[in-house]
């Protein structure tokens, strides 16, 4: 059978009489992602780019910046003379200012492939040439990244791999309490692939057993509504605040499991003495969080008892953490759980991401695969993710990362290749002026998106369409055969042969590719992950697996939960924690004196809240759409039907459109010190007074000269500043905006979907 899988899906795929490629659902996969279809006709469209293009202004004076990326034309070139201009530029910065001064990014949901992986093709290709700058951590959970190993001695990967099942919550579990709710729409993809969507299965296998739900979040469609959950709205970022009261409940009331504490972790009592006012002479009382979070004390109360009386599990979303000072409700949530002592149980304990990814409480075993050889980086320089910009604006500068003093590399070329930065970093205004400072720019791109038009030398790279594959994901039981569905468009190429191409002029090749061919390399990944794990599963040959197009591993015998060693025997199943036990308190992060996060769980006032606004009165929240990945298939009809008269839509309470005389569908500006953006009202009582919703991923269509966003990127709008000096994790979800509807001379229409300007 024929597959393309994908970070949404795996798609059944034919060819028909015109070559036309038609996706379709796969069967066997009960909850399918519909907007991945789109791919068919996103791959053949005129975004595509045909050929290895320049930028006219760098052309002009090679190696140097003249202030233009993102407002200058191209001039498309030969594969062998862009080959030839990327490769001097990679040995002149290498030679004169050493493999330091090359950031090699790789950032984003580039491919579901193990082979096509564009990350593993980066860092193979660059630790081969001598080593890269690099980054660390992903934008998605930064700060749990950091932050995890200190509490609960867990790297992030393993923790999602440990996650209490579904199958196993729903047997004994009697209450989930959502903060950041279960948003569906989220768990339609997963890092890596997806063979079958289950969380929605799980969820309702949960309620279908009188599991309780309750949505702590300022959108109702963070739940979905076969869960008929409770609703709590809450002030955006101040799920902390409402932990502490409930904690402050159960410690006045003595109804926290104390042997539980006492046996499984440390730190508890200086944490309480927080929280009863002993250190700061304020209590963390339902009162105080009331004012903060806006919610009725009656209702923190009756949240305390259902918490007290019934089998627990605290669920954090992802998105909690991308806030400021995102540590802290991780961090306070585990506590909590703690306290209710079902850790380690089918009855409850926490959760990080049901329903963030498909795979986070999936029924699998965890198993050693086989992935694309990389090498070693002799460069030691990194930054954490999220601070780019900060590395481009202060070379040379000192930062705080985890306890340490670490300094930005100066960096005189960037080659990206899968993701895009100018979809998902913060504060674009600001990266698209410290974008300017490097010597050269190069990327890997499929479509004209920004991140094309913001580079120096664009080498056009393939779709998963057009490329024989593995769906090899360690957290995903399904394992799939991507088969190439359609030729190279025009003159695209994969990113091994445009790697392999580059390795060729600076004399690796035979290293690069150990002279194997795409279908060779696929072979032995399959041979090798099958090999190591024969013991215990039969394989079928390559041959097989192939012709059937994808093999299903056995069910675990035993559904996973999450520290039941730990908590059956302490003393034998040890946490990687300094004390062995989960860290209420944490010695190691209270050594570091830092001035943002201190030993234990602690609420800090956001940099901006809508406790303490003032020009900006609402609260922006910039999720996950509902029709596409991130900044992937914008161009594909699902996300373009989407769109509000070309405009993202941008969700408001009908008190705040009514306040500001918004209809539905009305193009509205949305503005700060940072920023100006263009999307259209849709308004909906499904998300709180004071909270409006630009959903990441349109297309950053910038007009520099109106100092405008045209199509409603809302990370124009955010800040780019780190979660706290511990993780340096971002902060997208710390923003506050003003709304207006837009006059007639201010709206300006989207350009994005136009190609770009051509010099021959």
């Known amino acids: 059978m024929n597959f393309v899988s994908s970070h949404?899906?795996?798609?059944?795929?034919?060819?028909?009489?015109?070559?036309?490629?038609?996706?379709?659902?796969?069967?066997?996969?009960?909850?399918?992602?519909?907007?991945g279809i789109g791919l068919a006709d996103a791959a053949i469209d005129n975004l595509r780019i045909t050929q290895p293009h320049v930028r006219k202004g760098w052309l002009d004076n090679i190696g140097k910046s003249d202030g233009k990326r993102g407002r200058d034309e191209f001039i498309p070139v030969t594969w062998d003379k862009a080959f030839e201009l990327a490769s001097k530029e990679l040995l002149k910065t290498k030679n004169v200012y050493g493999n330091s001064a090359i950031y090699a990014g790789s950032y984003g949901w580039a491919s579901a492939g193990r082979f096509h992986h564009a990350k593993s093709q980066v860092n193979r290709f660059f630790n081969l040439f001598g080593g890269f700058s690099s980054s660390f951590q992903s934008y998605s959970?930064?700060?749990?990244?950091t932050l995890l190993p200190h509490i609960i001695g867990l790297d992030l990967y393993t923790t999602l791999e440990e996650h209490t099942t579904w199958n196993a919550l729903s047997e004994e579990c009697e209450l989930i309490l959502m903060f950041g709710g279960m948003p569906l729409k989220n768990s339609k993809v997963s890092a890596g692939g997806v063979g079958k969507h289950v969380t929605k299965l799980g969820m309702k296998k949960c309620c279908d057993k009188g599991v309780e739900f309750i949505n702590i979040s300022p959108l109702i469609d963070d739940a979905p509504k076969f869960l008929k959950a409770q609703q709590v709205p809450i002030r955006p970022n101040t799920d902390t605040a409402l932990m502490l009261a409930l904690a402050h409940i159960l410690i006045k009331n003595q109804s926290y499991d104390k042997d539980f504490i006492d046996k499984y972790t440390v730190g508890f009592d200086s944490f309480s003495d927080y929280v009863q006012g002993k250190k700061n002479n304020q209590e963390c009382s339902p009162e105080w969080a009331s004012k903060i979070t806006n919610i009725p004390v009656k209702i923190i109360y009756e949240l305390a008892n259902k918490i007290i009386t019934k089998k627990t599990m605290i669920s954090l979303s992802?998105?909690?953490?991308r806030a400021s000072r995102g540590e802290q409700p991780l961090w306070m949530g585990i506590t909590l759980a703690a306290m209710l002592g079902q850790i380690g149980t089918a009855s409850g304990g926490f959760g990080f991401g049901y329903s963030s990814v498909n795979s986070t409480g999936d029924s699998f075993d965890k198993i050693p695969w086989q992935s694309l050889p990389q090498g070693k980086n002799k460069i030691k320089d990194f930054i954490p993710v999220a601070r780019v910009t900060d590395m481009l604006e202060n070379p040379g500068g000192e930062f705080d990362y985890d306890g340490k003093k670490l300094t930005y590399p100066d960096i005189k070329l960037i080659y990206w290749a899968g993701g895009n930065p100018f979809h998902h970093h913060q504060d674009l205004n600001r990266l698209a002026k410290a974008w300017q400072k490097p010597n050269t720019i190069i990327v890997n791109e499929i479509w004209w998106n920004s991140q094309a038009r913001h580079a120096d030398i664009i080498f056009p790279a393939n779709t998963a369409l057009e490329r024989n594959d593995l769906m090899l994901n360690p957290r995903d039981p399904t394992i799939v055969a991507n088969k190439k569905a359609m030729k190279s468009y025009k003159n695209s190429k994969t990113d091994f042969e445009i790697f392999s191409g580059l390795s060729e002029k600076l004399g690796f090749l035979e290293s690069f590719t150990e002279d194997r061919s795409e279908l060779d390399?696929?072979?032995?990944i399959w041979n090798n992950s099958s090999k190591t794990n024969q013991k215990n599963i039969s394989f079928p040959s390559f041959e097989e697996f192939w012709e059937k197009g994808y093999f299903e591993l056995p069910a675990p015998k035993v559904e996973k939960i999450m520290f039941n060693d730990f908590r059956k025997d302490p003393i034998n199943f040890p946490l990687n924690t300094p004390s062995g036990k989960i860290e209420i308190s944490s010695k190691t992060i209270s050594d570091f004196q830092l001035s943002d996060c201190f030993s234990h769980p602690y609420w800090f006032e956001p940099y901006e809240w809508l406790g303490n606004i003032d020009e900006y009165p609402l609260h922006l929240i910039s999720n996950q759409p509902t029709h596409r990945l991130h900044g992937q298939l914008d161009n594909a009809a699902n996300s373009q039907n989407s769109k509000i008269n070309g405009k993202e839509p941008v969700m408001i309470n009908s008190s705040d459109a009514l306040e500001r005389d918004i209809q539905d569908g009305d193009i509205v500006m949305l503005f700060n010190k940072r920023g100006r953006v263009l999307a259209g009202a849709n308004i909906s009582d499904s998300v709180m007074p004071g909270v409006v919703v630009l959903s990441t991923g349109a297309w950053f269509d910038p007009d520099?000269?109106?100092?405008l966003e045209r199509h409603g990127n809302p990370n124009v709008l955010t800040k780019d500043v780190g979660t706290s000096s511990l993780s340096q994790g971002p902060t997208c979800h710390t923003t506050l905006v003003q709304v207006k509807k837009a006059k007639r001379e201010e709206i300006v229409d989207v350009n994005i979907f136009k190609t770009p300007e051509t010099l021959n």
Do not use: C, H, M
């Not at 390399?521 to 032995?524: E, G, L, R, V």
């Open 8 to 35: 949404w899906g795996t798609y059944n795929f034919s060819v028909d009489r015109n070559k036309k490629i038609q996706l379709d659902n796969w069967g066997l996969d009960s909850s399918p992602t519909e907007f």
């Open 141 to 145: 959970y930064a700060a749990a990244q």
């Open 318 to 321: 992802w998105s909690l953490q």
């Open 521 to 524: 390399w696929i072979k032995f």
């Open 704 to 707: 520099y000269a109106l100092n």
